[in-house]
């Protein structure tokens, strides 16, 4: 694999817009330079690709398949069905930040949200 030469002439200029002291450290530090040794998205995608299964991974006897079933027992219209599902993810699921892992990018299985 050939070498890649990157030669950055840093300037630095005031922001336009003044960062607040409380925001996230990543709009804290603008002098910041990530690499990586990946050549393209592509690649990128390919590793993270194994993170997302295809097969469906919804527990069978679950409590979500029954949540699942509720709703497909109320109604067969497909738009109400999306609208019920919606709802059912606004009012009973919360996301938690778990920084354990593959850097919080290794998704979850929906039983376990």
């Given at each position: 694999?050939?070498?890649?030469?990157?030669?950055?002439?840093?300037?630095?200029?005031?922001?336009?817009?003044?960062?607040?002291?409380?925001?996230?450290?990543?709009?804290?530090?603008?002098?910041?330079?990530?690499?990586?040794?990946?050549?393209?998205?592509?690649?990128?995608?390919?590793?993270?690709?194994?993170?997302?299964?295809?097969?469906?991974?919804?527990?069978?006897?679950?409590?979500?398949?029954?949540?699942?079933?509720?709703?497909?027992?109320?109604?067969?219209?497909?738009?109400?069905?999306m609208v019920q599902a919606v709802r059912l993810v606004q009012d009973k699921i919360r996301y938690l930040y778990n920084g354990m892992g593959f850097g919080n990018?290794?998704?979850?299985?929906?039983?376990?949200?």
């Amino acid at each position: 694999m050939p070498w890649t030469t990157v030669s950055l002439d840093y300037r630095p200029k005031e922001p336009k817009v003044k960062i607040p002291k409380n925001a996230p450290q990543r709009f804290q530090n603008r002098n910041y330079y990530e690499v990586s040794s990946f050549t393209s998205w592509k690649d990128v995608s390919c590793v993270n690709a194994a993170l997302y299964p295809l097969e469906d991974r919804i527990d069978l006897g679950g409590d979500l398949e029954a949540q699942i079933e509720a709703i497909a027992d109320q109604t067969s219209d497909e738009g109400e069905r999306m609208v019920q599902a919606v709802r059912l993810v606004q009012d009973k699921i919360r996301y938690l930040y778990n920084g354990m892992g593959f850097g919080n990018y290794t998704p979850q299985t929906p039983e376990e949200t």
